[in-house]
């Protein structure tokens, strides 16, 4: 293929826009933060559950809200070939709560726990930090109302990005009420910006009909401007959402976890009650949150379950790969690299690299014909601890030489003994 072709063949075959691969060495990272998200979960004894990725749109309209940014703008859907509407899914809890009412779970003693973990579709413009295609890691708690769950969710976390050494990351907390004290905060608002509609921006002005609290977190500067004086949610809560909300603070007091408290956070599902929280950086710019969450007590009985409440989050991992990007060092998987100097010692190579397997230890065997001097650059970039040397006369004499890359030494020996004795860190 001539190299015009080459071009013109790979133009065909292009990576969708807001699309990514993920390969070495950035996959490690991420193998890393899904073995340190599954160790945490495990912790606090959250179960995996796997969902799929396809649904029937009805469930995201219904389920996340038909006035949300999702459901209005970022949803892939598509027609099946006998006609169904179906979505490739935007988030995890709508297919969560599916599960949880289609197999009964909920005549399982109460709390559950589950977790899960893979990607999610939206339609959005790509740019830093925000993908058409993203990673989520989420947890959702069903059957608790107690906010000791939305604490013990929001220490596991902190745990969780501390030991991935993101310390000075904020937790962001709120209140958003419910379904008693919600409606006259509503008509607050709605008066609060009715002289004020001419300057807010057009999403908001159709916003102040359909969900007036989306005003709040709405980025445009108009609006962010004409929210000045705003009339505060807390101010409005019911003695119950209240009461939630100060025992919520006061278990994150117990245990000093720091947060603020952001008057502001009424985020962007429709399914939220009372709690909502969202982990933000300085560090990624305009795309600062890497977690989000919250309590979602309707959600349960409106997909036809018994009245349940839940609470529940999703990372997006992207954004935490993002951050750990520049300091992360390389994982120190050591290994071994077998060199083949002479074809005929191939197969024994290969007998070799089993009986080393068989005690745990991670192998490559050259395949193909090289250089000494090229096979020890594999080796290396393979972050290889040792590299054996195999050719005739060794085989011969039934030994091998070796080479430790780490503390530059060098020898030979009998195979059997160098089996015996050597020690990788695996
Ligand atoms: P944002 O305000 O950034 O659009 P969101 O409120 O839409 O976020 P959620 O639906 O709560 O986000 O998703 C939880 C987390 O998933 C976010 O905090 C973010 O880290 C990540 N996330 C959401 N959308 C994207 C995207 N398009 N690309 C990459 N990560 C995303
Ligand atoms: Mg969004």
Request: with cysteine; net charge neutral; aromatic share 10%.
């Amino acid at each position: 293929m001539t190299k015009k072709e080459r071009v013109t063949v790979l133009a065909r075959f292009n990576l969708l826009k807001g699309f990514e691969d993920i390969y070495p060495p950035e996959v490690f990272i991420w193998q890393w933060i899904e073995t340190k998200a599954k160790e945490h979960f495990n912790l606090y004894n959250y179960e995996e559950i796997k969902l799929p990725i396809v649904e029937s749109t009805d469930l995201f309209t219904r389920g996340i809200g038909e006035g949300t940014d999702i459901v209005e703008k970022e949803m892939y859907s598509f027609q099946d070939k006998s006609g169904r509407l179906l979505t490739l899914r935007p988030e995890g809890t709508a297919s969560m709560v599916r599960c949880y009412v289609e197999n009964n779970l909920f005549n399982r003693p109460s709390p559950q726990k589950f977790f899960y973990y893979g990607p999610m579709f939206r339609y959005e413009r790509p740019q830093k930090g925000r993908q058409r295609q993203f990673y989520q890691i989420g947890a959702e708690a069903l059957g608790i109302d107690n906010p000791a769950i939305e604490a013990e969710m929001l220490l596991m976390l902190s745990r969780l990005l501390k030991t991935l050494g993101l310390n000075s990351l904020n937790i962001e907390i709120n209140s958003i009420g419910c379904d008693d004290c919600r409606p006259q905060y509503k008509k607050e608002l709605r008066s609060f910006f009715e002289d004020k509609k001419s300057h807010l921006c057009v999403d908001c002005n159709r916003r102040y009909e359909s969900n007036p609290l989306r005003i709040l977190d709405c980025k445009v500067t108009n609006c962010i401007e004409s929210r000045q004086g705003v009339p505060v949610l807390a101010q409005f809560l019911c003695p119950n959402c209240s009461r939630h909300y100060s025992a919520l603070k006061g278990f994150l007091d117990e245990f000093q976890l720091r947060y603020v408290q952001n008057d502001n956070l009424v985020r962007g599902l429709d399914y939220y009650t009372r709690t909502t929280f969202e982990i933000t950086t300085e560090a990624l710019g305009a795309q600062k949150a890497v977690c989000a969450g919250g309590r979602y007590d309707r959600l349960v009985e409106q997909f036809g379950g018994p009245s349940t409440p839940a609470v529940g989050f999703a990372i997006g991992v992207e954004r935490i790969v993002a951050l750990l990007k520049d300091n992360y060092k390389e994982a120190q998987r050591e290994s071994v690299f077998i060199a083949i100097i002479d074809e005929k010692a191939e197969k024994k190579a290969h007998k070799i690299a089993e009986d080393l397997r068989d005690k745990g230890i991670v192998v490559s065997v050259n395949f193909g014909k090289g250089s000494l001097k090229n096979q020890l650059r594999k080796a290396d970039r393979l972050n290889s601890s040792h590299v054996i040397i195999l050719g005739e006369e060794e085989l011969s004499r039934d030994k091998l030489s070796w080479k430790n890359l780490r503390n530059h030494t060098q020898g030979e020996g009998k195979i059997d003994e160098f089996l015996t004795n050597i020690e990788v860190k695996a």
